[in-house]
């Protein structure tokens, strides 16, 4: 009796606080289903330790702020979903960075229907393009003319596309001449788009137009930007004596009730945080390494990234695809195109070597000239593996450099090797956080921009930078606050040491699955080019084109070029390293000029 008068007493606060517990698992279950479904990638990560990190005792760094902190939604509104936030920008670099978010801007695209059809999306297949007549009279193409060419985009059921927004790539080739160029696409916003090339050498050309992804497959990537920018997941490893824990790290970590470490970097500001484990404190933190992917995508949207259907898919000509181009005529004007566009190019290659368009000639360097050229010098490589390809490049055809065994993992470096005969060091380190390579030691976890501080510099000094593909996942604000960062490293450097040769490799092209256009397609590294582009104008560094370099050889995508194009690619640099003579431009087509590349 007794315990029936207790009840409605109680009732009332057992359904407050399941109410409360209710609110609480639906708020969190997204973060709550992450966790289930890597546990047992947790475990593996931790089996798969090797005995040096077992070893491992960290020790804590100075610039590494270990404060707890708990997550909470900005107030501020934003595209992100409100769990990656930033450190407030200077006005100036806000007002860069608004400049650059503008100038990056894609044409609108289809609002995506649910469930997916493909029917009205764009259909390589059912699209072509022709090739516009030539502007002089007689009807004939010579060398130094545009070629324009006018592409037209249609759905799967053969209906014109009315509207803008997919990906095109075109380039102009001979495969038996071995030469190749870039073409530059413009979108008119109807379904119909213009490719313009410039006609640089005698002979056959033929074009070559590709569709990366259709109008909607890039509204899809837009939204994964913005609702999951951390599909990619990281973790770390605590460790204090038998005691070990991995827990998540990122730079936009959903907000929960948990603790975190915060390992914001003192000297760039460059946000980075880990949850705390339950155990141990936020200085037993041994490593970094990738700890997987998650593909949420709605039903049927992986259908919007078909290889051989509508992604990297060529389209053909209507009409004939290749034109006949005759050697220039003397004293007669270059022919402009019918719109007036400019095709920007940087350079092209001819026998299979690459000519550049805008500054040092190109020399071709066997390896006793790159012994000669390198004689003296340190060369520090900075960045990802498409950066440590020319470390191993340069191991693999100099045989007097020789690398120091320093113990680093393969993947992960660093590296060091040297010519002592001829006195030669070169060194690769990787870029810090967010880098998705295996297991990366605390210790060896470096900023560029703090790695550029700590360099002498001088006219023995080369330094090359590559950073982009690991930050294809994050919202381009993290990408414009990194370069930011590097760029007032490399002024320093520079103002300190104005001898030194700066070198920036650009993104490239790459082969194509639905897991590598989730977390790394060609658009995602389309818009961070164009911010590195930008970022280094006008600056006294040079460029390695690693786009066009990529985009006009005949040999496939792929994230790490093949080595006739890395052999191009090193060559680009000696060239800038040991210039045979410096001549302006040959033409003037647009795109970098002398003084965007440091030649006066």
């Known amino acids: 009796m007794k315990v029936s008068l207790c009840l409605p007493k109680y009732s009332t606060i057992f359904l407050f606080l399941a109410l409360a517990a209710t609110i609480f698992v639906l708020r969190h279950m997204e973060v709550l289903q992450w966790f289930e479904v890597s546990g047992s990638k947790l475990e593996q990560a931790r089996e798969n330790s090797t005995s040096k990190e077992i070893m491992f005792q960290h020790e804590v760094n100075s610039s590494i702020n270990t404060t707890i902190i708990v997550p909470r939604v900005s ?6 979903q409100g769990f990656c936030t930033f450190k407030p920008l200077s006005l100036k670099d806000a007002q860069e960075e608004r400049l650059l978010l503008e100038s990056i801007t894609w044409p609108e695209t289809p609002v995506l229907p649910d469930p997916l059809s493909l029917e009205k999306t764009t259909d390589p297949a059912h699209s072509n393009f022709i090739i516009l007549p030539p502007q002089r009279e007689g009807g004939q193409w010579h ?3 545009q070629l324009e060419v006018r592409i037209n985009m249609y759905d799967f059921e053969g209906h014109p596309k009315k509207s803008g927004g997919d990906f095109l790539l075109a380039r102009l080739h001979n495969l038996t001449l071995g030469a190749g160029v870039a073409g530059h696409v413009v979108d008119h916003l109807n379904g119909s788009y213009s ?7 005698e002979g056959s050309a033929q074009v070559q137009v590709t569709l990366v992804h259709p109008s909607e497959a890039v509204t899809l990537l837009r939204r994964l930007s913005n609702e999951q920018p951390d599909r990619v997941r990281f973790q770390s490893i605590f460790r204090s004596g038998p005691i070990s824990e991995t827990t998540f790290c990122n730079v936009c970590l959903r907000p929960t009730q948990l603790p975190v470490c915060n390992y914001t ?3 760039t500001g460059e946000p980075w945080f880990c949850f705390k484990p339950k155990k141990l404190s936020c200085g037993a933190r041994i490593n970094h390494f990738m700890g997987g992917f998650i593909q949420k995508l709605k039903k049927k949207e992986e259908n919007l990234f078909q290889s051989g259907v509508n992604m990297k898919v060529p389209i053909r000509a209507s009409g004939p695809g290749n034109v006949t181009v005759l050697p220039k005529k003397e004293g007669q004007p270059e022919a402009k195109s019918s719109s007036s566009l400019k095709s920007g190019l940087s350079g092209y290659y001819y026998q299979g070597v690459w000519r550049s368009l805008v500054a040092t000639t190109v020399r071709q360097f066997n390896p ?5 050229c390198l004689k003296g010098k340190v060369v ?5 593996s498409t950066i440590r390809q020319w470390f191993e490049h340069l191991i693999a055809v100099l045989p007097d450099l020789k690398e120091i065994n320093l113990h680093s ?3 992960v470096g660093p590296f060091q090797a040297l010519d002592y005969a001829n006195n030669i060091l070169v060194t690769y380190r990787c870029h810090g956080p967010p880098i998705r390579f295996s297991s990366v030691p605390i210790s060896e976890l470096r900023y560029i921009a703090n790695e550029l501080d700590d360099v002498k510099g001088g006219t023995d000094t080369v330094i090359v930078i590559g950073i982009w593909s690991h930050f294809s996942t994050f919202p381009i604000e993290v990408y414009i606050r990194r370069l930011q960062s590097i760029r007032r490293a490399v002024v320093r450097l520079l103002d300190r040491a104005p001898g030194t040769l700066v070198v920036i490799r650009t993104a490239n092209l790459k082969a194509l699955g639905l897991y590598e256009t989730l977390t790394n397609s060609d658009w995602y590294s389309l818009l961070r080019d164009k911010v590195l582009r930008a970022m280094f104008k006008g600056l006294n560094v040079h460029l390695v084109d690693a786009w066009e370099m990529t985009l006009a050889h005949y040999l496939p995508h792929s994230l790490h070029p093949q080595p006739p194009i890395i052999k191009n690619m090193i060559d680009v640099i000696l060239s800038y390293a040991c210039p045979q003579r410096v001549t302006r431009r040959l033409f003037d087509w647009g795109g970098f000029t002398n003084e965007d590349v440091g030649i006066h």
């Open 265 to 267: 970097d003192v000297r």
């Open 368 to 372: 006793p000239a790159i012994s000669q």
């Open 195 to 201: 490719a313009v090339f410039t006609l640089l050498w």
């Open 409 to 411: 993992h393969r993947q």
């Open 143 to 145: 060398v130094g003319d």
């Open 380 to 384: 520090h490589l900075y960045g990802d």
């Open 75 to 80: 107030t501020v509104p934003d595209m992100h």
